[in-house]
């Protein structure tokens, strides 16, 4: 009887172990609210990181949302690169009032528009969403995807921050009625400063509404004193997409 009650002590340890242990672990990767996911199309898949407002089961009006578009240094298969700059960074350390969509772009590539338009479309469909008020950013790679994006389907966002990117300026005209906030490091070697100015002069000629910080002494990462900032964010919420 004795090694009945030993056993059975044994048995129950682990029991309380073992579920300490998967409860620190749920509470690990739900700190954030964000988690690793996985798109599929008709043609293509992709990964993408979600990260959700730490009110947003209770709340009962819809979220405003972030897709944040990584560089190349970030493309391939492992999701935890996505983590390394912008706001899938920053949430771990300070909360957000928006929905934020981090997908991953796979090595080699260069962002699929219309996979990314899919995207969208399938997190709104999801999701609690507020369609008036998404918004769109990404960095290098990123912030040529960016411009890219919202000149594709600028009817989705009610305002969009490229960071040291660059693209068509003969397609700007089709982004005039949204508000864009463009930054770039005056001494950037890998994206010119160029790429940024053209795309301005063009929206600006186009008769757009645009802002435009450029980092005086700042290379290629223009985007850490960027998405640091709060401002940025206090200015997408500015805009609502009528």
């Known amino acids: 009887m004795r090694n009945y009650y030993i056993h059975f002590a044994r048995i129950a340890f682990i029991i309380i172990i073992t579920f300490s242990i998967h409860s620190g672990m749920y509470a690990q ?16 898949s992709m990964q993408y990181l979600l990260y959700l ?21 970030e493309r391939g298969s492992d999701i935890e690169l996505v983590k390394m700059h912008g706001p899938p960074k920053l949430v771990d350390k300070k909360d957000f009032p928006f929905i934020i969509i981090s997908p991953q772009c796979p090595a ?28 769109l950013t990404g960095l290098s790679m990123g912030g040529y995807g960016t411009w890219a ?51 301005v002069k063009a929206l600006r000629k186009a008769g757009g509404f645009v802002t435009f910080t450029v980092y005086p002494e700042a290379g290629h990462d223009s985007w850490t004193d960027t998405y640091n900032n709060k401002a940025l964010y206090e200015w997408f919420l500015n805009f609502i997409k009528k």
């Open 149 to 199: 994006f919202a000149s594709k389907y600028p009817e989705k966002f009610a305002a969009i921050a490229p960071i040291c990117g660059g693209g068509d300026p003969g397609n700007v005209v089709k982004i005039k009625n949204i508000p864009v906030w463009v930054f770039h490091g005056a001494k950037d070697s890998a994206v010119p400063l160029a790429r940024s100015e053209e795309m």
């Open 29 to 44: 990767s739900t700190k954030s609210g964000q988690t690793a996911k996985v798109f599929t199309s008709d043609t293509s």
């Open 108 to 135: 080699g590539q260069r962002w699929d528009i219309e996979l990314l338009n899919e995207l969208l479309d399938d997190i709104i469909s999801k999701y609690n969403v507020d369609k008036s008020r998404i918004y």
């Open 53 to 73: 407002p730490k009110n947003y089961q209770e709340e009962k009006s819809a979220f405003p949302l972030i897709m944040f578009l990584h560089g190349s240094g």
